[in-house]
């Protein structure tokens, strides 16, 4: 009927809504990097699915993958590790503050929500490599390079541990403005 008419349905009338509020994607790029116009191309698919909340977790035991400029090596050391979980190939990259600001406007710019995820105490051994004093152990350690659990996780009993997890939050409150 469509192709007859050439696309005009004289008597429909839609009424068109989602049946969950909250239709969402999570990408995980602590466990590999994705560079932005590949997460830009995820968007466009999300937003032709009608989904609006973009799920982006960034840290993992196998990469720090956002920038935050009160600690520097969990990019410059935290994004990188020697192989990947399926090889021998080194795998590393992370996000600009900068970089993190296109991706959010590019969400908003198709009406999605953006909830970074940013996992505390435990899945930080990229964060403990770079400052071992996070941990509640006195050992050096490197990123994470396969899967499972992890018995290094952020030191609870210590005050630097707060000061850090606080100073993180302090700087993606910034970068991310949904609630």
């Known amino acids: 009927i469509l192709l007859q008419t050439q696309g005009v349905l004289p008597c429909l009338h839609i009424e068109d809504e989602p049946r969950f509020a909250y239709r969402g994607y999570m990408m995980d790029c602590g466990r590999y990097f994705f560079p932005v ?58 996000y600009t503050q900068e970089e993190v600001r296109e991706v959010v406007a590019y969400c908003h710019a198709h009406k999605m929500r953006v909830i970074p995820e940013f996992d505390v105490p435990g899945h930080n051994v990229a964060a403990i490599a770079c400052y071992p004093h996070l941990s509640c152990f006195d050992r050096k350690m490197t990123v994470a390079t396969h899967w499972g659990v992890k018995h290094d996780i952020l030191c609870a009993g210590k005050e630097t541990t707060y000061k850090f997890v606080y100073d993180v939050i302090d700087e993606l409150i910034e970068l991310f403005p949904d609630k």
């Open 37 to 94: 116009k590949e997460i830009k191309r995820i968007i466009d698919f999300m937003a032709l699915h009608k989904l609006n909340v973009f799920h982006w977790h960034l840290t993992e035991d196998q990469g720090w993958r956002v920038e935050i400029k009160k600690y520097p090596l969990l990019t410059q050391k935290g994004s990188r590790r020697r192989k990947t979980n399926f090889g021998i190939i080194p795998h590393g990259g992370y």
